[in-house]
Nanobody, 125 residues
Framework: QVLLVESGGGLVQAGGSLRLSCQVS????????MGWFRQAPGKEREFIAA????????YYADSVKGRFTISRDNAMNTVYLQMKSMKTEDTAVYYC??????????????????WGQGTQVTVSS
């Protein structure tokens, strides 16, 4: 069993910043691709960002490119999502996910094997 625990969500004003963290309970964390997704009320879960195992490759959805930054600390088994210049449309539950079968970065939700419980992010106008 692999546990992913997100933290850092909350309420922020438009234009503000938040940093999400996701700690993974797996000793082989440094071998796995990681991703962040989000789901707004009434909408499907959407891809936000992904990072490969060594952190050398990252991918972003167009909606967050230039505002969000994904990173990882393999020594801490943690992946981060730094969010800046936030917009009301960023309001959603944010999930991190682990791709145990691959070291690459993927935008495809079906490739991820384990998911966190989600953390609420609310951006007020």
């Amino acid at each position: 069993q692999v546990l992913l625990v997100e933290s850092g969500g909350g309420l922020v004003q438009a234009g503000g910043s938040l940093r999400l963290s996701c700690q993974v309970s797996r000793s082989t964390f440094s071998r796995h691709g990681m991703g962040w997704f989000r789901q707004a009320p009434g909408k499907e879960r959407e891809f936000i960002a992904a990072i490969n195992a060594n952190g050398g490759s990252v991918y972003y959805a167009d909606s967050v490119k230039g505002r969000f930054t994904i990173s990882r600390d393999n020594a801490m088994n943690t992946v981060y999502l730094q969010m800046k210049s936030m917009k009301t449309e960023d309001t959603a539950v944010y999930y991190c996910a682990a791709d145990i079968d691959s070291s690459g970065a993927s935008s495809r939700s079906w490739q991820y094997d384990y998911w966190g419980q989600g953390t609420q992010v609310t951006v007020s106008s």
